[in-house]
């Protein structure tokens, strides 16, 4: 009996201090990741398990196997095509997984946005991806109608309210589709795409081929190996790759639950759902690891007993932030890096002392460089170009229709994520942050991520954002914008107070020449603090 045929999550999986086990991110030739996360879980027995639990309740996996299959046999006896795109405009909710798992089934290709997108961004998404059917529910329906007489969408499916024209997402779900065979799909063929407009005008559809379920599932079970009563929740959308695998498919993958946050991602929500659901693995960003240390006495309104762990990615978690959160709620705090076009390269987990500061050490079977401008691999303290090799399973196919931005960002076998890091001498990397955010200050290169670490460290302040200020002598100057703990009153003294923090902490061309403060910072729909936000486009050099 094969790993996959056990009945247990646990069994088959190699214990926390065992190296990857025999197949480990060996991808078939054929694979759909419906059958890879869903199918392979009922022919295990898992039906009864529950696969998600939520707001209304809890869905097993024959439920959501059920659910996927009528609708992937309903939609294709529709016209639905292998290889026809399907736009998602759904949060995270059962609707969300039955439809994602349907369309993949039917050899469909979901296409993946931000639930809440205006307008002017969905137009120039579904400019660039035309896809000719759209998955949506009620409350957001508006947007995806109004644009549908102007754009490529000829079927609009809605969950909660079909309006004339429409199709009613109920009736697709329901039936007998038990003879209903999936598309028999190659590991290499494209399964989802994940659009980011990122800070651009022009957004970003990323192509995901099936083999990334292995390639990056794998990776994750290394990291993290699955527990019997994991309950593990994202507190982003689905529309976003990493909640998308660590909420919804590397769960059910691995045979346990994931955890729907329902509503806004606040502080009182989401540890009211990690209360409610007992939570035991939790994937957030580091804002909102900021904003609950923020609240006095979270951990002790809030029973936080269930949870294991806690990880955190989309931008540096920083010291102060793990060891508050260790001090004060006792779990680990994990971090990991990874982008959009691969979704986790490097991370914490429980097989390795945590680095604090560092966003951990490379998982095995990866191929990751830091390099020079030449190209060249760079010693370990030196700064560089973050790139991961061209080979790996779990990189992107490329950017849709977009030949162009994909040739720029793969050179010589190498994707370049963008950000510059250092690997030290034990192997942990450490992200100085996107090229386009570092600068020069008296022609001295300048990381934001560092004096914004130093910053974080100081105990009047709840986040920080370190941007250049041009400046005709100097190239720029260091302008920190501080979001101050407390709702503490923004004066001369605190600024030179922080100052003074510093330049105890700092070499002194480091150090801001002008600290401001603010209620907020601008943010990304995931979490990401847009230092660009801050700088004037006519500014930025």
């Known amino acids: 009996m094969t790993a996959v045929e056990r009945t247990s999550p646990t069994q088959g999986v190699p214990a926390e201090g065992e190296w990857p086990w025999p197949g480990y991110r060996t991808v078939p030739a054929r694979l759909n990741i419906a059958a890879e996360v869903l199918g392979r879980q009922i022919e295990r027995g898992f039906g009864p398990r529950p696969a998600l639990v939520h707001d209304g309740g809890v869905t097993t996996y024959e439920e959501l196997h059920r659910g ?6 309903n939609l294709a006896g529709l016209g639905l095509k292998r290889g026809d795109l399907v736009l998602f405009l759904l949060p995270s909710s059962v ?9 993949l089934q039917a050899g469909a290709i979901p296409v993946l946005v931000n639930s809440l997108l205006g307008m002017a961004d969905l137009e120039a998404i579904l400019e660039r991806t035309e896809p000719r059917w759209a998955i949506t529910e009620s409350s957001r329906a508006g947007v995806v109608r109004a644009l549908r007489p102007s754009s490529s969408i000829e079927r609009l499916i809605c969950a909660g309210g079909a309006a004339a024209g429409e199709l009613a ?32 005008a022009k957004p970003k559809a990323i192509v995901h081929a099936h083999r990334w379920i292995v390639a990056l599932g794998d990776l ?16 982003g959308e689905w529309s976003f790759i990493s909640a998308l695998g660590h909420n919804l498919l590397f769960p059910l993958r691995n045979g346990v639950t994931g955890a729907i946050l329902g509503g806004r991602a606040t502080v009182e929500n989401i540890l009211s759902a990690v209360e409610r659901h007992r939570v035991t693995v939790l994937y957030s960003v580091a804002t909102v690891y900021r904003r609950m240390l923020a609240e006095p006495d979270f951990e002790k309104r809030y029973d936080l007993r269930s949870l294991r762990c806690a990880h955190s990615t989309g931008e540096a978690l920083r010291e102060a932030t793990y060891g508050e959160w260790k001090r004060r709620v006792g779990c680990e705090l994990y971090e990991h890096y990874g982008v959009s076009e691969y979704q986790l390269v490097v991370g914490h987990g429980s097989r390795h002392p945590v680095k604090p500061g560092s966003v951990g050490r490379l998982l095995p079977g990866t191929a990751v460089e830091i390099l020079n401008d030449d190209l060249r691999s760079v010693p370990p303290g030196e ?9 790996d399973p779990g990189l992107f196919l490329g950017y849709y229709r977009d030949a162009a931005r994909t040739e720029a960002a793969i050179r010589d076998g190498w994707y370049l994520t963008g950000d510059l890091a250092y690997r030290d001498q034990e192997g942990y990397f450490f992200i100085a942050g ?11 290169f300048i990381s934001p991520v560092e004096i914004e670490n130093a910053l974080q460290e100081h105990p009047d302040v709840i986040e920080a954002a370190v941007v250049p200020l041009p400046d005709r002598e100097i190239g720029n100057r260091i302008r920190a914008v501080v979001v101050p703990r407390d709702r503490r009153a923004p004066s001369n003294r605190l600024a030179e107070a922080i100052r003074s923090h510093l330049r105890a902490r700092l070499a002194p061309y480091k150090v801001p020449h002008v600290v401001e403060f603010a209620d907020s910072l601008p943010k990304s729909p995931i979490g990401k603090i847009l230092r660009s936000a801050l700088v004037p486009g006519e500014e930025r050099r």
Request: with cysteine; charged share 25%; glycine share 8%.
């Open 169 to 200: 997402w109920e009736s697709l779900v329901q039936g007998r589709a038990e003879t209903f065979a999936g598309a028999d799909t190659a590991a290499d063929e494209p399964a989802f795409i994940v659009c980011t407009s990122g800070t651009t």
């Open 68 to 73: 996927a299959t009528a609708l992937a046999a």
């Open 434 to 444: 996107r090229k386009d955010d570092c600068f020069k200050s008296r022609g001295i």
């Open 220 to 235: 994750n079970r290394y990291r993290l190996p699955p527990r019997e009563n994991d309950v593990v929740m994202a507190t």
């Open 383 to 391: 700064l560089g170009h973050f790139a991961i090799s061209t080979k």
């Open 95 to 103: 609707e969300f997984a039955v439809s994602f798992l349907g369309t």
